[in-house]
């Protein structure tokens, strides 16, 4: 497995609350090998080459278009950059798979089409296959010679996935599971060959089963007529008492809800890769749309109005881009010296990732977000030719719409990465009552010194330590029953999640700026922090108004502003600077 240029220092999922990072224990892009360069080069001539002058038909699902274009990916390795040399893949790091998702993003459904094969297609087959199964299975999946879906939903079972209806029962005779039931939403689903479908056994033990097309009973549903990724699979799946070898159990039984969640906290993590891409090249077409029209006798890219949103484009670009890579560097960092021939490899693999589940959930959030905002402004900058089809940002703005739902809601992210923290605590794995016993002791002794070195850096130590004060204040009110108290733990995530995005983009430009280079990168991490801790400041008060009242809440409010003070920037002549390196460029540059 190719390795990242990663610092040795390894850090505890969530310990970014608790403990400074410096800027050499991150990775970022600037950090790529020559290895991750040169599949970012063959995923870039394969788009140029194979997808790019398809689009129009994959948009207009023209039978068989998408998979033939897949399948030529295959034969790059390109749906197969983590699996295993011997079942047809190219072994290479995580972080690779990652810039083969940033390239393939361009178009949203195309890239529906390849993250479902390259993710939850081959992964559960990869991560929890038996060697049997993987060699039956993977190496036509790493080609695509065999496409690859994922069935988990249910008409009545989305975010609830556990609440699942499809049955499994075992024959008299013991060599069978007779699956009967209906799968919802089911990606790659029209097209399928190999299905992974969870069911539970006698009604009750939730299992996943490797399924082919081809057994009888099995039958897709009708393409759905859909908002976006219209060019992408999206159908029911139907089961009707098909016959699935023993054999074909993937997993334990009833350890089905193990590889659901292990793969969704892979599938929020790559969103951001996925963001990044798609954001990259709306941003671009915005670039250069603003140069070419006119109005009132210049260029609209002269106006500041217009410089301001490029600006803002590029700015929650660059921080979701320095977080989603720091979290792949720290994943890689638990991988070091990881290999699939190794023992329980894939086990390493899932506790490496799992480690920094809270961490993907703020990815998964924080990317789908930014790529909303990225697409709606460049929808507002190409004015009334943005709602004509002939231009590619009113498709981007209907495909981004998804990314909210997809790998589990942002409503259910946003509760699940501030569960995950508290958890960590619980089984003291994370030191968070300590750390929020240390901010009360500083807080009581009065106004402190900020450790920062500089205004920047004390911005992000005091967004921190206002997750701290919430989380202290909150699980003082409600103790066990804080997981009840949805807006709360929203909010807590909200300041958490911000707090993580300052870190990542400050560190990054520190990198940067000992290269001497990112010079848009300071102006981006400039404007970015105040925006972040004005976020962290609304969603703080809330959080404390929730929890506590009169003198409390009162003392609470000074303390918050305390933490939330800055010195401003002039943010406009910042994002005036910002957007003339973007024109220059004519195109999203660091």
């Keep these: 497995m190719a390795s990242s240029t990663l610092s040795p220092t390894k850090h505890q999922g969530g310990s970014f609350l608790l403990e400074p990072t410096t800027s050499d224990e991150i990775f970022t892009p600037e950090d790529f090998t020559d290895e991750h360069r040169a599949i970012a080069r063959t995923t870039e001539e394969f788009w140029t080459k194979e997808v790019a002058p398809n689009v129009e038909g994959i948009q207009h699902q023209e039978p068989g278009l998408a998979v033939s274009i897949l399948r030529k990916s295959g034969q790059l390795g390109l749906p197969a950059v983590v699996i295993p040399e011997k079942f047809g893949g190219m072994e290479m790091d995580l972080t690779s798979a990652m810039i083969v998702a940033e390239g393939i993003s361009k178009d949203g459904s195309y890239s529906a089409w390849h993250g479902a094969q390259a993710g939850i297609g081959a992964l559960p087959l990869l991560l929890f296959g038996t060697e049997d199964q993987k060699q039956r299975y993977l190496p036509k999946v790493s080609t695509a010679e065999m496409v690859a879906a994922y069935c988990l939903s249910e008409p009545q079972a989305g975010s609830d996935a556990l609440a699942a209806k499809t049955r499994a029962d075992l024959t008299p005779d013991g060599k069978h599971y007779i699956l ?4 919802m939403w089911i990606t ?41 990724i219209k060019g992408s699979s999206t159908t029911a799946v139907y089961l009707d008492n098909v016959k699935v070898p023993v054999e074909n159990v993937l997993g334990e039984i009833g350890r089905g809800h193990i590889i659901a969640f292990n793969i969704l906290n892979l599938g929020r993590l790559k969103l951001g890769p996925f963001a990044v891409g798609g954001a990259k090249e709306v ?25 301001h949103k490029l600006a803002e484009m590029a700015i929650r670009l660059f921080a979701t881009e320095s977080c989603s890579y720091r979290v792949v560097g720290l994943i890689q960092g638990e991988l070091e010296g990881f290999s699939w021939s190794q023992p329980d490899a894939a086990k390493t693999m899932l506790k490496a990732v799992e480690e920094y589940a809270a961490e993907c959930s703020f990815i998964k959030v924080f990317a789908s977000e930014m790529l909303d905002y990225v697409v709606d402004e460049g929808v507002q900058i190409h004015g009334g030719y943005g709602y004509h089809q002939d231009y590619p940002v009113e498709r981007a703005y209907r495909d981004s719409r998804i990314n909210r739902i997809f790998e589990g809601t942002n409503e259910i992210n946003r509760l699940l990465a501030t569960g995950m923290l508290l958890k960590r605590a619980q089984r003291g794995q994370l030191g968070l009552v300590e750390a929020v016993k240390k901010l009360q002791a500083e807080i009581l002794g009065g106004p402190s010194l900020s450790t920062a070195a500089d205004e920047d850096s004390k911005l992000v130590e005091n ?17 066990a029953a804080l997981e009840d108290q949805q807006e709360v733990l929203a909010g807590i995530t909200d300041i958490s999640m911000n707090a993580f995005a300052m870190e990542s983009a400050l560190l990054r430009t520190q990198k940067l700026a000992k290269q001497h280079k990112g010079e848009n990168a300071q102006d981006m991490t400039a404007v970015f922090l105040r925006e972040a801790m004005e976020i962290v400041e609304s969603s703080a008060r809330t959080v404390l108004a929730a929890c506590s009242d009169g003198d409390a809440l009162r003392m609470n409010l000074a303390v918050l502003k305390r933490f939330t003070k800055f010195e401003p920037v002039d943010a406009i002549a910042t994002r005036r600077r910002i957007a003339a390196r973007l024109l220059s460029a004519d195109r999203y540059s660091v």
């Design 283 to 307: 941003l671009r077409a915005s670039i250069k749309y603003a140069k070419e029209r006119k109005a009132f006798g210049k260029s609209i890219a002269e106006f500041g109005m217009i410089q």
């Design 188 to 228: 790659n689903g029209g097209a399928a060959d190999l299905y992974t479908i969870f069911a539970k056994v006698g009604g009750e033990k939730f299992t996943a089963f490797l399924v082919e097309r081809k057994f009888p009973g099995v039958q897709p549903g009708a393409e759905e007529k859909k908002m976006g």
């Design 180 to 183: 009967n039931g209906q799968k």
């Design 463 to 479: 967004a921190k330590k206002v997750a701290l004060l919430t989380l202290g204040v909150a699980y003082q009110k409600h103790m």
